[in-house]
């Protein structure tokens, strides 16, 4: 698939993702494309993760578990969380190609990481679709 | 295709490193690691069995300055040779902006080879990429084993086999040694930032 986007659509996305998840204590967010590409991120300036390594991994992983679904049946299985001693991290699909990355500390219910995901979710596919129809 | 962002003037380039297995991809992106390590700022990232096969994907990003005033990351990836991981290997191809072929100049090898590219050109069809209109470089790796005495393809066979219809540059190398290791990795990223910037264009 071939998309671009403008810098008022990046500047939107990452608005979205420091308002709705890093301002309400998410430590490191980044949004990807299916071929591991970055396409926005953001992190609470305290922490430094390779995040070119992560969204290659992530994009590779996602992948995998999306063939394991389709052999047992499933048409896919939309997110993923991972959960750790100290970071959890936890992955959710966006329309057919991209990846929303949430890392959070155990500061943070996953029920409430879930609900805001999901908000952020909406909002981005938003302008992600209005990318992508026109 | 290749990501470009405006905001941070940023292009994310993916090149992948394809082959027959036990052909020497991994190695390939081991001695560029070691050569520019003081370049590339991060780890090499592998996902190997515990017989040190490459059983998802090696990566590593690599920073090449700046083509009309955009920073370029090159991405480098190499997939498993081995015929049972298709489907990593097709996992690995989504996205992808340049190819280096890794073909075994071993005579025993010349059946893998061509099976290897077959296959390429398979699951590139899977993106509906052509292997005829990708930017591609082939290299005949292992040459330094001559000098041990077994016996290799002649250069006119690998060509024959591989490059009659591809008509893309071809470099005799040993990864090993790193002989055109590097000459291979900037003749693919020349021709692939080529196509991008005829594609923006």
Known sequence: MSYTLGQEQLDGIEEILQRDLIDVGVRCVFLIDMAGNIIANRD????????????????????????????????????????????????????????????FSNDISLGFLRLKVNETVEKVKQVLESVQAS | MAFVNPKKKEVQVKIVYYGPGRGGKTTNLEYIYQKFSSRIKTEMVTIKTHGDRTLF????????????????KIQLYTVPGQVKYNATRRLVLRGVDGIVFVADAMAVRREKNILSLKNLQQNLANYKKSVFKVPIVLQYNKVDLSEQGIPLLPIETMDKDLNSRLKTASFPASALTGTNVVMTMKKIISMTMAAIINELK
């Open chain 2, 57 to 72: 994907f090696d990566f590593l990003p690599f920073d090449i300055g700046k083509v009309n005033g955009y920073d370029v």
């Open chain 1, 44 to 103: 609470n300036g305290k922490i430094k993760h390779d995040v070119y390594s992560l969204a290659a991994l992530a994009a590779g992983n996602f992948g995998a578990v999306s063939a394991m679904a389709k052999i047992i049946g499933e048409g896919e299985f939309s997110l993923l969380f991972h959960k750790g001693k100290k970071e959890n991290i936890h992955f959710n699909k966006i329309i057919t190609e991209f990846l929303l990355i949430t890392i």
